[in-house]
């Protein structure tokens, strides 16, 4: 198990971008203090308890699995998304300007929260959204302690140079809740998968509340049931570059931004 807060250094420096280029994904130097991870915490706990849209629930219950596109709708999700920490970072990474391309919150419910299946997320919105590239960084927040037994990202490193693995189901186009629950529509084998953890190694992405990572969109990765106590709450920004824009989006606007103007950032205080 690696420990996202405990990344080995290099023999000399290297700039985040030709890491995360490398690697697949990069460990921010920063993370986010606990009165404003509590904020946050605290704002998504609210949206979560209301009945909503955007929200999903784990199959055949009303145990909420995610919520998703806060930033549409919620004034302290849309200034979160600019902060520098979370915005600097994906313009460093993508090297131009970027808006949201997708907002989510993943919950793992005590003793409920269900995996995530292998799967590469620029699958979903190369086939469904046409994405025509995987020019878009996801930016994670825990907004719990991630530990082993909480269901932690399991990352694949270095599969990113690989592209799509997946076998694209005929004419694409299905229910969009077949995107967000247990049974993904695009997945990547589980032999593939093992063949690949067999070769390149496994990351869990385990560490305290505020730690921040980005992982490229192409990356295998997966996630396993919680069989903790502890909930598991992952909040995912997907920045994609305002150049890669699509233009088939028949996906609702919660899953799949429409506003692609550039972001500009606001000052952390603002939130």
Not at 18 to 35: I, K, M
Not at 47 to 61: C, D, F, I, N
Not at 171 to 199: C, I, K, M
Not at 238 to 246: C, G, R
Request: charged share 25%; with cysteine.
């Amino acid at each position: 198990m690696i420990d996202v807060t405990r990344v080995p250094e290099a023999a000399t420096p290297e700039t985040a971008k030709s890491v995360y280029e490398r690697e697949g994904w990069l460990l921010a130097p920063h993370t986010l203090d606990a009165e404003l991870v509590a904020g946050i915490t605290a704002r998504i706990e609210e949206l979560s308890a209301q009945e909503r849209p955007e929200a999903v629930y784990e199959k055949g219950t009303r145990t909420l699995r995610a919520i998703h596109g806060c930033h549409l709708f919620d004034d302290l999700c849309r200034r979160l998304v600019r902060l520098p920490a979370l915005l600097g970072l994906a313009e460093e990474l993508l090297g131009e300007p970027v808006y949201v391309y997708q907002f989510k919150v993943n919950m793992k419910q005590p003793r409920e929260g269900v995996a995530w299946p292998w799967h590469q997320d620029y699958s979903f919105w190369h086939h469904e959204d046409g994405m025509v590239a995987d020019k878009a960084v996801n930016i994670a927040i825990h907004l719990d302690e991630v530990h082993a037994k909480n269901g932690p990202l399991q990352i694949v490193p270095r599969t990113h140079h690989l592209g799509l693995l997946d076998k694209e189901p005929s004419g694409g186009g299905g229910d969009w809740r077949n995107h967000v629950s247990a049974d993904l529509e695009y997945t990547v084998p589980d032999q593939v998968a093992d063949d690949l953890v067999g070769e390149y190694g496994l990351m869990h992405a385990t560490g305290p509340k505020g730690a921040i990572y980005a992982f490229h969109p192409t990356l295998v990765h997966s996630s396993t049931d919680n069989l903790s106590d502890d909930r598991r709450a992952l909040l995912l920004v997907t920045y994609n570059a305002v150049s890669n824009a699509p233009e088939r989006l028949s996906r609702p606007e919660f899953l799949v931004s429409r506003d692609t103007a550039p972001l500009t950032p606001v000052a952390a205080n603002t939130l």
